[in-house]
């Protein structure tokens, strides 16, 4: 697959070029290979080529994958990123290492509830709707502030931090807007105490536009494996 090897360099590359032009170091920013749609044989790949983690949106393609990958299971970070139904929470909550799409109370209270002990504390973020966000998932910024400090406070997970999907942008001020409302966001829920290490932000096509604006993890899938065939 060197079309994947390829890709995977340009983008680690577009995001030390983003790190350097924002005055950052490109270590502070985390690559997540957005693999849904993808076969394992792809993720195998990308992680002979250093790639460690790796977003999935959904629960029964992830699972599936994730076992056909057990081997590596020890050198893999599993990231859900997708829209959790209430009833779709426990394979997440045992078998994934973070879920980025928290979107309301009780789906983090049935992370916790269901997070096996054997297992370290779930890494989640709350997933927030910046004005015009395309995904109706997430809450509110006024909503977002009671919400997290009741996550932090639930014993089997740790909030890391925030994420958010933000309507397609042209331009890069146009990009920046909404990145800069949820670090914002973050920083504010800092100062009020919470202890947050994550702004999860930033895609294939507005990478650059997060990095500036503070992301710590990029979730990018097109400009890695390719166009996505959902037909697959
Ligand atoms: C699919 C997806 C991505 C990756 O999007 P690309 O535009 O292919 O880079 C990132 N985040 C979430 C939540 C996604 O569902």
Same mark, same amino acid.
């Given at each position: ?7 995977? =360099? ?102 916790? =509830? ?119």
């Amino acid at each position: 697959m060197p079309d994947l090897i390829h890709n995977l =360099e340009a983008v680690r590359q577009r995001i030390a070029a983003a790190a350097q032009a924002a005055g950052r170091d490109a270590r502070s920013v985390t690559l997540l290979a957005v693999s849904k749609t993808f076969p394992a044989d792809d993720v195998r790949a990308a992680h002979a080529a250093g790639q460690r983690a790796f977003g999935e949106n959904y629960v029964q393609e992830s699972l599936a994958k994730i076992e056909s990958l057990a081997d590596l299971r020890a050198s893999l970070e599993w990231h859900f990123i997708g829209p959790l139904q209430s009833n779709k929470t426990r394979p997440v909550a045992e078998q994934f290492d973070w879920v980025h799409s928290v979107d309301r109370l009780k789906i983090a209270q049935r992370l916790s =509830e269901q997070r096996p002990d054997h297992l370290p504390p779930l890494n989640v973020c709350l997933q927030v709707n910046v004005s015009g966000e395309t995904s109706k998932s997430g809450v509110s910024i006024p909503e977002a502030v009671e919400v997290a400090q009741q996550i932090a406070a639930l014993p089997k997970l740790n909030l890391r931090g925030l994420m958010s999907i933000p309507e397609p942008a042209g331009d890069l001020d146009a990009q920046r807007a909404p990145h800069r409302q949820l670090r914002e966001l973050f920083e504010r829920l800092c100062n009020d105490g919470l202890e947050l290490d994550t702004l999860s932000m930033g895609m294939s096509s507005d990478l650059e536009a997060a990095v500036l604006e503070g992301a710590t993890i990029v979730r990018v899938g097109t400009a890695i494996f390719g166009a996505r065939d959902y037909a697959r």
